[in-house]
């Protein structure tokens, strides 16, 4: 069993950044780390995606506003949220395969106020 958990959500005001934190239970060296978000009312949607190697994927919405990274050695990956904007509002979830199995985070909320 694989434990992820998300912090660093909060309230903040449109143009604010936020820094998210998703930490494993295990070592993460090896895995491609994924951050998802779900607004109110929406279906879930993937963010951001970064590989064992560094190489990373985001969806066109966020594309130079947010960057995801890694830090195997803390078993943390990162999603750095500048620039946010309200429809950024959402819980945000963290993501990984480990031996054949998803596992998922609780989420951690970011609102952005007008």
């Known amino acids: 069993q694989v434990r992820l958990v998300e912090s660093g959500g909060d309230l903040v005001q449109a143009g604010g950044s936020l820094r998210l934190s998703c930490a494993a239970s295990?070592?993460?060296?090896?895995?491609?780390m994924y951050w998802y978000r779900q607004a109110p009312g929406k279906q879930r949607e993937l963010v951001a995606r970064i590989t064992s190697g560094g190489i990373t994927f985001y969806v066109d919405s966020v594309k130079g506003r947010f960057t995801i990274s890694r830090d195997n050695a803390k078993n943390t990956v990162y999603l750095q949220m500048n620039s946010l904007k309200p429809e950024d509002t959402a819980v945000y979830y963290c993501n990984a395969n480990f031996f054949g199995s998803e596992y998922w985070g609780r989420g951690t909320q970011v609102t952005v106020s007008s």
């Open positions: 295990r070592s993460i060296f090896g895995i491609i």
